[in-house]
């Protein structure tokens, strides 16, 4: 069994900063891409961005120069500091992995996390 636990959400005024932490925990063999989507109020989920393995990024154009993912592969955690925050940042933030088990390791299967929620008032 694999899981993903997120933190670092809250409240936030616009302009202000945040770092969102996801750990992956469980019988990991490795560990391949991993990323942020987030997800407003009415609207469809949106992906933020991603990191390989080899650390190479991609992020979607409404958070490039201001968000940037990175992770710790020793600790199995992904991050996403996001500076310059707007209230167009409101939503709930969900990481992922694409996630090999010991018992299992060819395959990469998806995992998600809970999602947190990061509000930014104007």
């Known amino acids: 069994q694999v899981q993903l636990v997120e933190s670092g959400g809250g409240l936030v005024q616009a302009g202000g900063s945040l770092r969102l932490s996801c750990v992956a925990s469980?019988?990991?063999?490795?560990?391949?891409?991993m990323g942020w989507y987030r997800q407003a109020p009415g609207k469809q989920r949106e992906l933020v961005g991603t990191?390989?393995?080899?650390?190479?990024?991609n992020y979607a154009d409404s958070v490039k120069g201001r968000f940037t993912i990175s992770r710790d592969n020793a600790k199995n955690t992904v991050y996403l500091r996001m500076n310059s925050l707007k209230p167009e940042d409101t939503a709930v933030y969900y990481c992922?992995?694409?996630?090999?088990?010991?018992?299992?390791?060819?395959?990469?299967?998806?995992?998600w996390g809970q999602g947190t929620q990061v509000s930014v008032s104007s």
């Open positions: 992922f992995a694409f996630i090999a088990m010991v018992d299992n390791t060819r395959v990469f299967y998806t995992y």
């Open positions: 469980g019988s990991i063999f490795s560990i391949n891409a």
């Open positions: 990191i390989t393995s080899g650390d190479s990024t």
